[in-house]
């Protein structure tokens, strides 16, 4: 019979605390990348596709209010009665339609309202345009 001494058998052992370390150091460069990748996000409500992607409207026409209450399709002058069947033109050749309203800050809220309901019955996006606040 062999008989051996059990204690002088050597174990199996593995050092962790390098692993301990490397974790540590990959923790931090990832979140410091996150960081950098993304310095100023700002979360925004953005519209959502059917195909699960973000698009940006094919087309766009630009609407604008001046102070005197007249009433520009892309630089063409129209009347707010005109205003309707162009936009119903424009969504008839089966493009998505996005509407920039530029309006004069001397506009009554009404005359802008007036656009809105005309692209809210014809189910197109609009945008109002601003400037920015100077401090």
């Known amino acids: 019979m062999n008989l051996r001494n059990r204690r002088h058998k050597p174990t199996a052992e593995v050092h962790t605390a390098a692993l301990n370390d490397i974790m540590f150091f990959l923790m931090l460069f990832f979140l410091l990348a996150s960081a950098v990748a993304n310095p100023q996000v700002v979360k925004l ?7 699960g992607e973000q698009s940006v409207a ?14 520009h399709v892309d630089k063409q002058s129209v009347s707010l ?10 969504i008839a050749q089966g493009e998505e339609l996005t509407i920039m309203l530029y309006a004069d ?12 309901d005309i692209a809210n019955r014809n189910s197109v996006r ?10």
């Open 45 to 51: 409500l953005l519209p959502k596709s059917s195909a």
């Open 58 to 71: 094919k087309k766009t026409m630009t609407v604008s209010i001046t102070s005197d209450l007249t009433y």
């Open 81 to 90: 009665e005109q205003l309707e069947p162009l936009i119903q033109s424009n």
């Open 105 to 116: 800050s001397a506009v009554p809220i009404q005359n802008v309202i007036a656009v809105m």
């Open 126 to 135: 609009m945008v109002l345009a601003t400037e920015p606040k100077k401090d």
